[in-house]
C-alpha cells in the first residue's frame, strides 16, 4: 500500500514542471510581434549598439529555439543588451505567443 502511494506521489512530482507549460498562440504572437519586426524584419539590417552586429532573420527558426532564446536573454544568459531590455519586458506567455508566431513562417 505505501509502495503504491510513493509511487504516485513521485509521478505526480515529475509531472509538475509540465503542469505549468504555456502554449503558445500564433495569432496572438503576431499581434505581439511589433517590437520584433523593427530589426528582425529588414533584410540585411545591422544594429550599431553595442556593436554592428548583423540581425538575424527569425521568420521560420523553429519555435523552441525562438522561445528558449527569448527566456535565455530574460535570464540574462545572453547578453545583448537591446534584446535583454525587450524579453525582461515578456511573460512567459508572450514568449510562447511569439514562439509559435515566428516558428509557423
Known amino acids: ?19 505549468g507549460a504555456v502554449e503558445g498562440s500564433a ?3 503576431k499581434k505581439k510581434n511589433s517590437m520584433c519586426i523593427g530589426c528582425h524584419a ?3 539590417y545591422k544594429s ?10 527569425i521568420k521560420g527558426q ?3 529555439y ?3 532564446a527569448l527566456q ?5 544568459d545572453r547578453s545583448h543588451p537591446t534584446m535583454r531590455g525587450i524579453a525582461e519586458g515578456l511573460s512567459d506567455q508572450d514568449i510562447a505567443d511569439l514562439a ?6
Do not use: C, H
Not at 500500500?1 to 503542469?19: C, F, S, T, V
Open 62 to 64: 523553429s519555435a523552441k
Open 27 to 29: 495569432d496572438a504572437g
Open 48 to 57: 550599431s549598439f553595442p556593436s554592428v552586429y548583423q540581425v538575424p532573420m
Open 72 to 76: 535565455a536573454y530574460r535570464k540574462g
Open 66 to 68: 525562438i522561445e528558449s
Open 100 to 105: 509559435a508566431y515566428y516558428g509557423t513562417k
Open 42 to 44: 529588414i533584410p540585411g
Open 1 to 19: 500500500m505505501y509502495k503504491k502511494i510513493l509511487i504516485a506521489a513521485g509521478l505526480a512530482a515529475a509531472l509538475i514542471p509540465y503542469a
